[in-house]
């Protein structure tokens, strides 16, 4: 059952990184083993959370835990890379996980000259902090970009789960089978 180790041998490969390196110790005694693992990987360290029997089943576990947090990672990045790449979802998306959590979020606009052109910056108050966007040629968009930094902060440290579903609500979703089919209904 050398599964994980495999799917982590071959992601590590198939991205053109080196291979993951497993280091393994006995916590326990010759007669009654207790074998941890770590894995090393792209630069992260991963450690088994139980101990094994055997060195084997070890490194599986903690090849398991690499594995499945990178997959988790490269996830989220995909699922949130709509969001740099087209802001003007950010304020709803704000909006709606306001209403989630009974809040407001203010904006509090400001402009400057640039040359011949004025620029807008947002600076958005939400859940007691102040976010400043980056500056925008409209007030529309300096708006969704104080959300766009918002966001990405709260991602980080407030209710993820809660504005990760709400994020999700609002991606891109493929709409045909496993073969890029269309589904027939």
Do not use: W
Not at 5 to 11: D, F, G, I, R, V
Not at 27 to 47: I, Q
Not at 111 to 136: M, N, P
């Amino acid at each position: 059952a050398t599964i994980y180790k495999n799917q982590l041998q071959e992601y590590t490969q198939k991205d053109g990184k080196r291979l993951p390196i497993y280091h393994s110790c006995n916590e326990g005694s010759e007669n009654f083993p207790m074998h941890r693992a770590k894995v090393l990987v792209d630069g992260v360290e991963y450690t088994s959370k139980l101990t094994h029997s055997t060195k084997k089943q070890a490194e599986q576990e903690v090849a398991k835990i690499a594995y499945e947090s990178i997959i988790h990672q490269e996830t989220e990045i995909e699922t949130f890379s709509f969001l740099y790449e087209d802001p003007t979802l950010c304020k709803s998306i704000l909006n709606e996980f306001a209403l989630k959590k009974k809040m407001k979020p203010t904006c509090n606009m400001r402009s400057q000259s640039r040359g011949q052109s004025l620029v807008f910056i947002c600076h958005l108050a939400f859940g007691g902090k102040t976010y400043k966007g980056e500056e925008a040629g409209n007030k529309k968009l300096a708006e969704h970009l104080a959300a766009r930094t918002a966001i990405k902060s709260l991602l980080d440290i407030l209710s993820p789960i809660i504005m990760s579903k709400v994020i999700d609500d609002h991606s891109p979703k493929c709409s045909g089978n496993l073969e890029g089919e269309s589904s027939s209904g």
